[in-house]
């Protein structure tokens, strides 16, 4: 029977450099935040929703969501981020848990990992064998986020609206810390690769 593995972890931890390595090894990979871009595009379900919620003021001049604006109201408030949560996650779910059926079903030899920020808080680990987390010291969390434009404020905003880092580790099957150089984050993915091909 395949097995279901799935990547979470703190915001600016490493995530998807973790996933384009096991990808790059052959591995399917289906990512969750390509998925909530896609279910927020005009024409989609989560777009009228969305928009119906917080306002035109998230649209930008060609009429789609912004995700910046959009990022700036519900990080400046729990109860916005509630609200935004409440209209994407079962979209998110839905789409991941479909996808992830169908590629089981037509190639059932070849990995599969679902990568999931959000997982614990969502309540998605029951869908998974195992459970890979990436981590990085907190200095390093806000430098990476600072580099995408945010300022100190708002990128210590964005690592306290999830879950207690120490605490994704201690649900997680394994832990990747990238703390250090690109080589040893890749060593880290391949010792992973070969952990989840030997389950």
């Not at 935040?33 to 928009?51: L, N, S, T």
């Not at 995700?67 to 779910?93: K, M, T």
């Amino acid at each position: 029977m395949m097995k279901r593995f799935c990547i979470t972890g703190g915001i600016a931890c490493g995530k998807s450099e973790v996933a384009q390595g096991l990808e790059k090894r052959g591995w399917k990979i289906i990512d969750t935040d390509r998925i909530a871009r896609e279910v927020v595009e005009p024409g989609q379900p989560g777009y009228k929703k969305v928009v119906d919620a917080f306002g035109r003021k998230i649209l930008n001049s060609s009429g789609l969501i912004d995700r910046n604006l959009l990022g700036q109201v519900v990080f400046a408030s729990s109860e916005q981020r509630i609200l935004l949560n409440s209209i994407l996650h079962p979209l998110i779910r839905f789409q991941w848990k479909t996808r992830l059926s169908e590629h089981l079903s037509r190639t059932p030899g070849l990995p599969a990992v679902v990568v999931i920020p959000l997982l614990y808080e969502t309540g998605g680990e029951v869908e998974f064998d195992s459970v890979a987390c990436v981590a990085s010291p907190a200095g390093q969390q806000l430098a990476r986020l600072r580099s995408r434009g945010l300022d100190e404020e708002e990128a210590m905003r964005r690592v306290r609206s999830q879950q207690a880092l120490e605490e994704k580790i201690r649900r997680s099957s394994v832990m990747i810390w990238n703390g250090g150089s690109l080589e040893l984050l890749q060593a880290q993915t391949d010792g992973l690769a070969r952990h989840w091909q030997d389950l």
